[in-house]
């Protein structure tokens, strides 16, 4: 299944290579900026019934374009981005229907449960999804926070996921290595995602054709949706007309769920 995103930078819809964000914009590489406002997106997908997706804050100046986005399209993103049990309620009474946690879940390299528990309490594991964005190192997944600079102890296994699964409702994943570089799924890391996670699971990074759509989807036995960004003509792409991405999603939409090892 198709998930849309909105990507905000500096207040704009964006689309950029995932691993070049840092602080400070150094070597910061955009492929796309769109002259539409984030509300623009949000009620083409809205039209098109495109729930489940993504509006992610990279970084600060992004809040009016993020709130402006959830108004258009109440209760159909979610939102993510500097998301913290301050603020959490809030982004959900400004209309996201899930709020995406990342860094502020993990200090110094490891998990905070504590952290996880508290959000859970103040607004339920329902309206949860756990950002486990990661890059690949020594043969295995560990989760990178902090704009994806920097790596965590938290390895993106079967224990990991199983046992975070208590507490969200979904999990996001981007696979920061090929975020943005429209050169190809990490086709390995949606296989264990759809494996490993008893819960649903959207990933994102290096989509570049509808063949990657059909391939996720066959894959993973439909347990795992995709973000395409840089890819999709809306946002400048060449490889994926958005038309197109609807139009999987409806041919899909009442088909029966495999399993992994393409079993009903």
Known sequence: MFRP???LHEGKVKQIVGGSLQDGGAGLRTNF???RPA??????YQRDGLTGG???QLGSGNEAAAREALAAFPGGLHLGGGVNLDNARGWLDAG???VIVTSWVFRDGQLDFDRVRA???AIGKERLVLDLSCRLRDGDY???TDRWQKFTEFKVNEDALT???AYCAEFLVHAVDVEGLCQGVDLALVEHLARWSPIPVTYAGGARSLADLEEVTWASGGRVHLTIGSALDIFGGSGVRYADAVAFNRRTANQPRMNTDGHG
């Open 54 to 56: 993504h509006v992610i």
């Open 5 to 7: 995103c909105i990507d």
């Open 163 to 165: 046992r975070l699964a």
């Open 119 to 121: 959000l859970v309490a």
């Open 96 to 98: 996201a229907s899930h």
């Open 39 to 44: 509300s623009w997106f949000a009620e083409l």
């Open 142 to 144: 560990w989760v990178v």
């Open 33 to 35: 900026v769109s002259e």
